[in-house]
């Protein structure tokens, strides 16, 4: 039986809890993604993977793949220290994302997926 995005956030406790629920919600109600969970935490996809959150113990990790070319949407988006054009924000407590700037950074990586293909192929 595979594990749901629902599933995941259930297991979750505390802030992260809290924290990853309101992301989760913000993604989907910015449209066009698909979620799953894939590497054991959700992943949002629409022509490749477009973004994820990952819970640690005192936040949340918003990633996105072509996040490297997003910098300019958001200063807190930080590239990963791995290759490859991730950028992250750690997100601490409720309300530290807006769900307008979840949908701008959205919409932002599904463009750069159809502008690009997927970052997996490409």
Not at 14 to 31: Q, S
Not at 40 to 64: M, N, Q, R, S
Not at 76 to 84: P, S, W, Y
Request: proline share 4%; net charge positive; hydrophobic share 45%.
């Amino acid at each position: 039986m595979s594990k749901t995005v629902s599933d995941y956030i259930a297991g979750l406790s505390g802030a992260p809890a809290d924290v990853a629920k309101e992301l989760h919600g913000a993604i989907l109600a910015a449209g066009g993604t698909k979620d799953s969970v894939k590497w054991g935490h959700p992943i949002y996809e629409a022509g490749g993977p477009v973004c994820l959150i990952k819970a640690a113990k005192d936040h949340v990790t918003l990633g996105f793949w072509r996040g490297a070319d997003m910098l300019d949407l958001d200063p807190r988006l930080a590239k990963g220290g791995g290759k490859g054009d991730m950028a992250y924000i750690k997100v601490k407590a409720l309300g530290e994302v807006e769900q307008a700037q979840v949908a701008r950074l959205v919409a932002r990586g599904i463009a750069l997926n159809v502008e690009k293909g997927d970052p997996f192929k490409s």
